[in-house]
């Protein structure tokens, strides 16, 4: 090699260094709005939404054909609202800001949907699984959520584009907030699995009807004063495009962006894994509630450990190669548990399959800030993407195409899971180890090896995604210069006296 080349490299390896380190001290985001963001992450986990499945069938009691019909109806419904909504997100723009007004909007009612829910029990004691009053409650109860639901995701999925313009600035504070939050957030879900053992062995005199209306109650408020501080303190930096895309133009991006069409293609193929909720094996089959934070514990070192060589990895391998390691690494590790729980019956031993068990979670979990942090990453790049190529921003439609196919497959996979239950002979309103043996280990079947066989072809369109790092420097280069060329005009076009 010739000295000429090698004064190059090393002129080249210092210029990085040095765009590095201008890149880490670059800072858009104060210390009070980091604050509120890492309560507005907290906010979006602070919930028992993981005992939903279980709540459903054996304490509020769904009818399961019922439950099939409901999901069906909310899925159409859902597609038709998110394509509205997603529309009227990308043409607004106000003193305040683009997403501002709908998350403030989301707080009030989603806060009294969420208390309402948790408490039908109470308000339906003893009714039968098809008791029409409960089932007409539940459903306009589903339809109404989804639809507040729906207006937080589309404008959850623009904030991160937009409350900072420096994408080494966004991935700190998606850092922070997610190493911060998960110290916080899942609490409401440990407590609710230990309070589950206590009311099913007695060891607490309360019912357990009781026992999710209280935490359902207090989680819903808090959540929602959380998301409400973030919603009034956060700013938007990123300045909007003078030009609105039409709605036929937001849609078109799909297939005009090549990035997008991967994410969503992704998204859609995952979406196909079958499966039924875990915590009814933990409670039906090993009757320990509980066990799911004990399994969890040597994966929760792993987890912090993990936001400490996020950057590093980062920076020796492509965002693409990160983005599939983190999300497909799991579907490895699923299939030795599942022949361990198949040998012996160990499926319904609880210290054997909890060990099985919490070791799959601690190899996961060394990669837990890759599942978190990349794929918000890509997703802030794919709109960054769009605005690049297409001179518009579309992070409402970009957040409804990247799951709007998925929604397709995911309202049959809602109505399979009921179609599932019934299938492996499951029986509603049963205490822990009333099912049958054949009913225990479908159980477990359905909930390790059937998601994977069912759903691994998501893979696949992210080997396709063509966003590199030379494209990435490129892009942020130029859409940097364009934005400052924005903000000039706008600047003289105020400072221009009126005739």
Do not use: C
């Amino acid at each position: 090699m010739s000295e000429k080349t090698k004064t190059a490299e090393v002129a080249e390896s210092e210029e990085k260094k040095a765009v590095r380190s201008l890149e880490k001290n670059r800072r858009y985001i104060g210390s009070r709005e980091t604050r509120a963001y890492i309560l507005y992450d907290i906010a979006q986990s602070f919930n028992i939404d993981a005992r939903m499945e279980y709540f459903t069938n054996d304490i509020l009691v769904i009818a399961f054909r019922w439950q099939t019909i409901i999901s069906g109806i909310v899925g159409v419904w859902d597609i038709i609202n998110d394509l509205f909504l997603a529309s009227l997100v990308d043409r607004t723009n106000t003193r305040f800001g683009k997403f501002k007004p709908y998350l403030v909007l989301y707080a009030g009612p989603g806060a009294v949907m969420g208390m309402i829910f948790w408490s039908m029990p109470l308000i339906f004691p003893g009714a039968p699984a098809a008791y029409l009053p409960k089932i007409l409650l539940f459903f306009v109860l589903k339809m109404l959520q989804n639809l507040n639901g729906s207006m937080y995701g589309i404008a959850k999925t623009g904030i991160l584009s937009t409350i900072t313009p420096d994408r080494i600035d966004r991935t700190r504070l998606i850092n922070q907030a997610n190493l911060i939050s998960s110290l916080v957030e899942r609490w409401p879900e440990y407590l609710v699995k230990f309070g589950i053992d206590a009311v099913n062995r007695e060891i607490i005199p309360i019912k357990m009807t009781s026992l999710f209306a209280g935490f359902g109650v207090f989680t819903a408020l808090f959540s929602s004063l959380f998301g409400l501080y973030f919603a009034i303190i956060y700013r938007e930096r990123v300045l909007q495009s003078v030009e609105k895309p039409t709605q036929k133009e937001a849609l078109s991006s799909l297939f005009k962006s090549r990035p997008l069409m991967m994410m969503a293609l992704s998204s859609l193929l995952s979406r196909f894994g079958l499966s039924v909720d875990m915590s009814t094996y933990y409670i039906q089959v090993l009757n320990v509630s509980s066990m799911e934070i004990f399994v969890g514990i040597p994966g929760m070192f792993a987890t912090y450990a993990s936001y400490t060589y996020v950057d590093k990895l980062r920076e020796r391998f492509s965002t693409k190669s990160l983005w599939i390691l983190g999300e497909h690494l799991g579907d490895l590790l699923v299939i030795p548990v599942f022949i361990f729980g198949s040998i012996n019956k160990n499926f319904k031993k609880p210290i054997p399959i909890g060990i099985a068990l919490a070791i799959h979670e601690f190899i996961w979990n060394l990669f837990y800030a890759l599942r978190k942090v990349i794929p918000q990453e890509i997703q802030n790049e794919v709109i960054d993407y769009s605005e690049w190529k297409f001179g518009y921003r579309t992070e409402g439609m970009t957040g409804v195409m990247q799951g709007l196919a998925a929604k397709v497959v995911g309202t049959f996979g809602a109505m399979m899971k009921s179609i599932i239950y019934q299938m492996i002979g499951y029986r509603q309103g049963l205490k822990p180890g009333q099912q049958t043996e054949r009913t225990e280990y479908l159980l477990f079947f359905s909930t390790t090896l059937l998601p994977i066989m069912t759903g691994s072809l998501g893979i696949i369109p992210k080997f396709f995604y063509n966003i590199n790092e030379k494209t990435r420097k490129r892009m942020y280069a130029e859409l940097e210069e364009r934005r400052r060329e924005i903000a000039q005009k706008l600047n003289s076009e105020e400072e221009t006296p009126e005739e």
